[in-house]
């Protein structure tokens, strides 16, 4: 049977100081009526039923995800006691699956993505699904770019090698590039978006952990054994032990037998404000003025400032951000940054603002 996997424990950082650690943006409103995490979890209910949705988050979270979610059941929201990137969260996830339904297989998402085109979407998770299963591969899905994104990490692909599951083998995994080789990457015309989305087969992708990550499937079968599983005091304990590593770093860039699908439909994973500001609608001005805010000589600004009346004089290219408690105001070309003013925060304890 087939499964979903929702990772919900991100912060959010470069969404700061709308995203804070106990209302990141994947339980926020940014487009649309839904959050981020209702529209992931609906949009793949038209392949996966509700009861097969596993979520994982965070404890400061369960309240917001448990309220957003009520079709989701109650025992498929797994809380992780403390983050600890996104392979000791897949890992985690599989366990429990392999206990539930051991011959089984899982997509893994996101939360925080905007996806359109919700059909074709569907259409290749349904198709990268077939390829896990036809070639017991590990199966990633990538964008075809459109710029040279120096925000997303990338895939190199064989383009002339399209296999009969209408997938390609992966070449290799790069890293979020500098500006001068993401132009390089587009041009060669090998190279997608990693969007971060992974199918496999259970057994393939705890294999793939033991092989890769032994002291991290060691941890998984202590967990495993104890009396009370992962709902087991000393659970805590235990997982606090990790080391926090990603997927794409600990397993997807070491495996043999990696495929992508292509992803034909339109996607953005929302990461900073230049990408919301690229998003929104905009007046003649290139603005983005939420809230009806006063621009005088502005151009190509996001102004979100919720009832506080902010008035800009001259300026461009700004992104302003007002939440009542704390201040943005940024240059759209270091929108990726925004994520060190997290970190200062931290090192300086200022958990108020967090």
Same mark, same amino acid.
């Given at each position: ?60 979270? $369960? ?9 989701? $059941? ?24 392999? !206990? ?8 893994? $998402? ?20 077939e390829t896990a299963k036809s070639e017991d591969a590990l199966v990633t899905l990538g964008i075809n770019p459109t ?12 383009? !002339?090698?399209? =296999? ?11 890293? =979020? ?8 990457? $587009? ?22 952990? &033991? ?15 104890? &009396? ?127």
């Amino acid at each position: 049977m087939n499964y979903a996997v929702i990772m919900a424990g991100g912060i959010g950082s470069r969404f700061w100081p709308r995203s804070r650690k106990r209302k990141p943006k994947q339980v926020l409103n940014i487009f649309g009526t839904n959050t981020l995490l209702q529209e992931t979890v609906y949009r793949i209910s038209d392949t996966i039923p509700f009861e097969n949705i596993l979520v994982v988050t965070t404890p400061e979270l $369960l309240d917001h995800v448990s309220q957003q979610l009520p079709d989701v $059941l109650a025992e498929n929201i797994i809380v992780e006691p403390v983050g600890r990137n996104t392979a000791p969260c897949i890992g985690l996830a599989a366990k429990i699956l392999s !206990q539930r339904d051991p011959d089984s297989a899982m997509v893994v $998402l996101p939360a925080d993505h905007l996806i359109s085109e919700k059909d074709r979407f569907n259409a290749c998770i349904k198709q990268a699904f077939e390829t896990a299963k036809s070639e017991d591969a590990l199966v990633t899905l990538g964008i075809n770019p459109t710029q040279p994104e120096t925000g997303y990490g990338y895939i190199q692909y064989d383009p !002339q090698n399209k =296999k009969p599951s209408g997938s390609y083998d992966v070449k290799t995994f790069a890293e =979020k590039p500098n500006i001068e080789t993401a132009r390089r990457f $587009l041009a060669s015309g090998d190279f997608l978006w990693n969007s971060g989305m992974f199918i496999w087969s259970n057994k393939r992708i705890l294999k793939e952990i &033991e092989l890769a990550l032994p002291e991290l499937y060691a941890a998984l079968m202590q967990i495993d054994s104890l &009396e009370k599983g992962y709902q087991d005091p000393k659970f805590a304990e235990i997982y606090r032990g990790l080391r926090a590593i990603s997927v794409d770093y600990g397993i997807m860039e070491h495996a043999k037998n990696v495929a992508v699908v292509k992803g034909d439909f339109s996607w953005s994973d929302i990461g900073n404000w230049a990408e919301v500001y690229r998003l929104s609608p905009k007046d003649s001005s290139g603005n983005v003025n939420l809230n009806g805010h006063i621009l005088v000589d502005t151009s190509n600004c996001m102004i979100d400032s919720g009832s506080q009346l902010v008035a800009t004089v001259g300026v461009k290219d700004l992104i302003v951000i007002n939440t009542g408690d704390a201040l943005l105001i940024c240059h759209r070309d270091s929108a990726q940054d925004v994520r060190r003013v997290v970190e200062i925060m931290e090192r300086k304890n200022m958990d108020d603002y967090m």
